[in-house]
């Protein structure tokens, strides 16, 4: 039988990003979202509309890395909670725009600190330089997959 071929996996950087991943959403489901009923892909929309306000429900799809029909799933959860509305497009009808209701402001007013506390709470002793360096390496890793995904 052949030796199969030499593979340290604990340095493997999918495995690592994946266990920081897992374990930030373990913590921030348990702190934040389950007494609310949301999901990481509901956080993922809500906060996106915080930062940036009604968006497009294609453009959400791109900022949250959710696809669209999980995405239109996700977003008549939300409207059904009372957090977000979705209506038409002013400029194109077949376009639809989601947007905070106040309800939804309320659990982002409590759901945010929390997130905050869960990342800093993981980069605890980590550089301010190396910080930088990691978000550019990610954003960067980010970008090269997104251009082969659409070769």
Known sequence: ?????????????????NRVGSALVVDFEQKALTRRHLSIAMWRVLAVLSDDGG???IDLADKTSID???LSRVVTRLVKM????RTRSITNSREVVVRL????????????????AAERMAIAGVSAKDLAVVRRSLRRMYQN????ARR
Do not use: C, H, N
Not at 1 to 17: G, H, Q, T, V, W
């Open 101 to 116: 209701t106040g309800k939804g402001v309320s659990v982002l007013a409590e759901a945010i600190p929390k997130a905050i």
């Open 55 to 57: 968006q497009r429900q």
């Open 1 to 17: 039988m052949a030796k199969p071929p030499r593979f340290d996996f604990s340095e493997y950087l999918p495995y690592l990003i």
């Open 145 to 148: 997959l997104a251009a082969a």
């Open 68 to 70: 669209v029909s999980t």
């Open 82 to 85: 009372g957090l977000v509305t």
